[in-house]
């Protein structure tokens, strides 16, 4: 189903207390400058707006509409103002992915390649990152752990 062509309200959604900080500061910044690409929104968080975006993607059922907003603004950031439902809903999961990415980036457990953040088709088989030398050792600490916890039985 095609959604057609969106306008956002930016003021709205600056005035909306109950909507998270980086949501809000996005709106903001598109409404003077509407045009920002995906990694350079995600690669300038500080901690405290990338810790917002990662609590709606903890509860991501009682945060879909926020989700959705975000992923909406982004997108018309990179020039899409019309998306169908499917888009729409594959450009969600790959919001998720970017916030999930960018909070691995931060603790150190991924280098991030912000700009191929994007929800471009031609990106899809584009690496976005890969992990550090730290995120292989948590990796083999959980793997670790799960052989003990397996040899307890």
Excluded at 79 to 105: K, R, Y
């Amino acid at each position: 189903m095609d959604l057609g062509i969106y306008k956002i309200n930016y003021d709205q959604i600056i005035e909306d207390s109950s909507l998270p900080y980086a949501i809000r500061i996005l709106a903001a910044k598109l409404k003077t400058q509407p045009m920002m690409t995906v990694g350079k929104f995600f690669a300038n968080l500080n901690d405290e707006e990338l810790d917002g975006l990662h609590q709606l993607i903890m509860d991501h059922d009682a945060a879909a509409p926020e989700l959705l907003l975000l992923t909406m603004m982004l997108s018309a950031a990179e020039g899409t103002s019309a998306i169908t439902e499917e888009e729409l809903n594959s450009n969600v999961t790959a919001t998720i992915i970017f916030i999930s990415t960018t909070v691995l980036h931060r603790e150190g457990l991924v280098t991030a390649y912000f700009d191929v953040f994007s929800y471009g088709e031609d990106m899809a088989d584009m690496i976005m990152a890969e992990p550090t030398d730290a995120g292989n050792e948590y990796v083999k600490t959980l793997k670790n752990k799960g052989n003990d916890d397996y040899d307890k039985y």
